[in-house]
């Protein structure tokens, strides 16, 4: 740690790195619980703290440093940043697409079917009368494939994302879990 003491930025830069990848591994970590990764969560969780106690062991060895402080405080901030970043890349898990079409959904639905995406249509009363929606349970990392589809429907069509944590049979079920003894259709 000499080597920190002799360049006046070095020990600043270690301090905004340390943050900026602690943070980010915190923000993982919460979106793996979320999504019942359960053991990515624990084990970054892990590095997250290892990385916090590296970063704050400095802050506290040179209190007298302000250029220190103002490190810590914007590695938080590129560390969210870098975390949310990261999280959008990975494109973990499922999101539940609704979507309210202006007019008649066949076309669209029959587009969605045909680009291999599981559509539900179910009729319902809108604010200004009767309307369609169609739900699709897509793996995120298809997201932009579906928006596109909508979009090219109709640039004004109504919709909303939501992620969801755990899906079960469907057109995209979720990889095979292991199970004990023999799966009979039907059970």
């Not at 007298?64 to 949310?84: L, Q, T």
Request: overall charge positive.
């Amino acid at each position: 740690m000499d080597a920190f003491k002799e360049a006046w930025w070095l020990l600043p830069l270690f301090i905004f790195t340390a943050r900026t990848v602690d943070v980010g591994l915190g923000t993982l970590r919460v979106i793996f619980i979320s999504r019942g990764h359960q053991w990515l969560g624990p084990l970054t969780g892990f590095f997250e703290i290892l990385v916090w106690l590296l970063a704050v062991s400095q802050i506290m060895s040179n209190l007298d440093n302000w250029i220190c402080f103002m490190a810590y405080p914007s590695g938080y901030a590129a560390g969210a940043y870098f975390g949310m970043f990261i999280e959008r890349r990975l494109a973990l898990g499922y999101v539940v697409v609704r979507i309210i079409p202006n007019g008649e959904p066949a076309q669209l639905a029959k587009q969605l079917r045909a680009d291999g995406f599981g559509i539900t249509t179910v009729d319902a009363e809108g604010a200004n009368g009767r309307v369609s929606i169609l739900f699709s349970v897509v793996r995120r990392k298809k997201l932009a494939a579906v928006l596109r589809v909508i979009k090219n429907y109709h640039r004004k069509v109504f919709y909303t994302i939501e992620d969801v944590r755990q899906t079960s049979e469907g057109i995209h079920p979720v990889p095979a879990v292991r199970r004990q003894g023999p799966v009979r259709p039907g059970k």
